[in-house]
């Protein structure tokens, strides 16, 4: 929408090669020096003073045209600045949602390989004390070593993925 605005009122300020001057209630135009009312050229016929003060007023007509076209291209030039800047920050905003996604899923990895060591080192003192009070038969010495075996396993993932 702003675009075709600025697009309007810039071919606007392009199709004004003649300026309308309104001068004693008629309305001169003004091309490259020449004077024109009603479609005729009056150039000649006026005198010196109104010839000078519709060209003065012309100018400042066409410097006003200048002046708005050279805003319309700031103005333009800044719109694009600012969609440049725009997609900057979403960039630079995906990138840090990246990273706390990324350190969020070290932490959680970090996590299980503290609870897996922990798991193995209850299920070694387990282990050990059973063994030492003798209250292991053959089978459950095999399924403690195992359990532990299992422990050490899940400490390696841990480590792999930390």
């Not at 805003?71 to 949602?97: D, I, R, S, T």
């Amino acid at each position: 929408m702003k675009y075709s605005i600025l697009f309007f009122i810039f071919m606007f300020c392009i199709a004004l090669n003649a300026q309308d001057i309104e001068r004693d209630g008629k309305i001169y135009q003004v091309k490259k020096e020449r004077i024109f009312l009603d479609g005729k050229d009056v150039t000649e016929t006026l005198n010196l003073e109104e010839k000078t003060a519709i060209l003065k007023q012309a100018s400042i007509v066409s410097e006003k045209i200048k002046s708005n076209e050279t805003a319309l291209k700031e103005a333009e030039k800044l719109e694009k600045e600012m969609a440049k800047a725009e997609k900057a920050q979403k960039k630079a905003e995906k990138a840090q949602k990246k990273a706390e996604k990324a350190l969020k899923q070290q932490l959680k990895a970090q996590n299980r390989l503290d609870k897996a060591t922990k798991k193995l080192e209850s299920a070694q003192k387990k282990y050990e004390k059973l063994k030492r009070k003798g209250k292991l038969s053959p089978q459950n010495e095999k399924k403690w070593l195992d359990r532990i075996e299992g422990y050490k396993k899940d400490i390696e993932k841990a480590k792999k993925k930390v």
